[in-house]
Nanobody, 121 residues
Framework: VQLQASGGGLVQPGGSLRLSCAAS????????IGWFRQAPGKEREFVAA????????DYLDSVKGRFTISRDNAKNTVYLQMNSLKPEDTAVYYC???????????????WGKGTQVTVSS
C-alpha cells in the first residue's frame, strides 16, 4: 500500500493550494481516502475524506466552504483544493486510507508521508 502526498508549500493568507494523494497497492473501491493535519504542539485531526465507491464526502467543520476534496479515477488520485487559507490551517497534512475513515487517527489503516502547508504573510 502506498499513499504519495504532494503539493504543500508556503502561501499568504487568503491564498490557495492543492494537495494530491496518489494511491496504489489496494482496492480503492473498498476504502475512503482522506486528509488529516497536525499543527505543532497539537494532536492530529481529521480534515476531509471521500469514499471511492459512493463518492460521498466528509469535512471538518472549520474547512467547509473553503476546502474541496475530489478524486481522479483514472489516476487513482485524490485532491484537496484549499482556498481562502488562514494561518490556523498551517500544519503537516497527511494522506490516509481506511475502509471506514472515522475521525480518529489511531483507527486509520494506512498513512502517507506528510506535506507541509504554511500560511503566513
Amino acid at each position: 500500500v502506498q499513499l504519495q502526498a504532494s503539493g504543500g508549500g508556503l502561501v499568504q493568507p487568503g491564498g490557495s493550494l492543492r494537495l494530491s494523494c496518489a494511491a496504489s497497492g489496494f482496492t480503492l473501491d473498498d476504502y475512503a481516502i482522506g486528509w488529516f493535519r497536525q499543527a505543532p504542539g497539537k494532536e492530529r485531526e481529521f480534515v476531509a475524506a471521500i469514499r471511492w465507491s459512493a463518492y460521498s464526502t466528509d469535512y471538518l467543520d472549520s474547512v467547509k466552504g473553503r476546502f474541496t476534496i475530489s478524486r481522479d479515477n483514472a489516476k487513482n488520485t485524490v485532491y484537496l483544493q484549499m482556498n481562502s487559507l488562514k494561518p490556523e490551517d498551517t500544519a503537516v497534512y497527511y494522506c490516509a486510507a481506511d475502509p471506514i475513515m472515522t475521525h480518529v487517527p489511531s483507527r486509520v489503516d494506512y498513512w502517507g508521508k506528510g506535506t507541509q502547508v504554511t500560511v503566513s504573510s
